[in-house]
């Protein structure tokens, strides 16, 4: 059956199909070359977008382990403590309010005797343009996360006197109720 059909294709009476395939060949292989050339920012800005999120991500576990360290070179510096690690966890991560703006938009109308209304409400996002030509949200106001316990592991975990050290220290640094927060003796 194949064979038949590309012996009948190459036939001379067949030229004009010939031609028509031949034109279907080149405005698929030209819509595949164009396509390509057509579309790219499409793609740059699909694959440019994950690491903006990632990078907020990141910039917060960043600061929770910032926080950390310097809380556990501030409570190793407690006469007694030794050295001290620090686990700080959070209720709620960092939040960001943006400017939106909001546009309404009523029509009454009347048709046969009956008044007929609509109200349409579109919210979009105020954008900043910064000097390069990129775009970010307007930021009204940030909340930081916060602490909700915390767990002190040092070496003079076992002196009573140390542990109510660090147990107030961390109480002072973090507003953080005496019952969540635990401090243990480093083996």
């Known amino acids: 059956m194949q064979k038949d059909f590309w012996r009948n294709m190459f036939r001379l009476e067949n030229r004009k199909m010939r031609n028509n395939a031949l034109l279907a060949l080149m405005a698929g292989i030209l819509l595949l070359v164009a396509g390509n050339s057509l579309f790219p920012s499409e793609k740059k800005e699909q694959a440019e977008a994950p690491p903006a999120e990632e990078s907020e991500e990141s910039h917060s576990n960043k600061k929770e382990a910032d ?3 310097r809380m556990a070179q501030i409570l190793s510096r407690i006469e007694g ?10 209720s709620m991560a960092e939040q960001k309010v943006v400017a939106q703006e ?5 029509s009454r109308g ?3 005797g009956r008044v007929s209304e609509s109200l349409r409400t579109e919210t ?3 954008m900043l343009e910064d000097g390069r030509g990129s775009f970010s949200p307007l930021v009204l106001s940030e909340a930081s996360p916060k602490v909700e316990g915390v767990v002190i592991v040092a070496e003079g975990g ?6 109510a050290s660090l147990n107030s220290a961390a109480q002072a640094l973090l507003d953080v109720p005496a019952h969540k927060i635990a401090v243990l003796k480093m083996k």
């Open 67 to 69: 926080l950390e360290q």
């Open 124 to 126: 979009s996002v105020v």
């Open 158 to 163: 076992g002196n009573p006197a140390v542990c």
């Open 81 to 90: 403590a030794g050295n001290v690690e620090v686990m700080l966890t959070f």
């Open 102 to 106: 909001e546009k309404r938009e009523e």
């Open 110 to 112: 009347e048709e046969s």
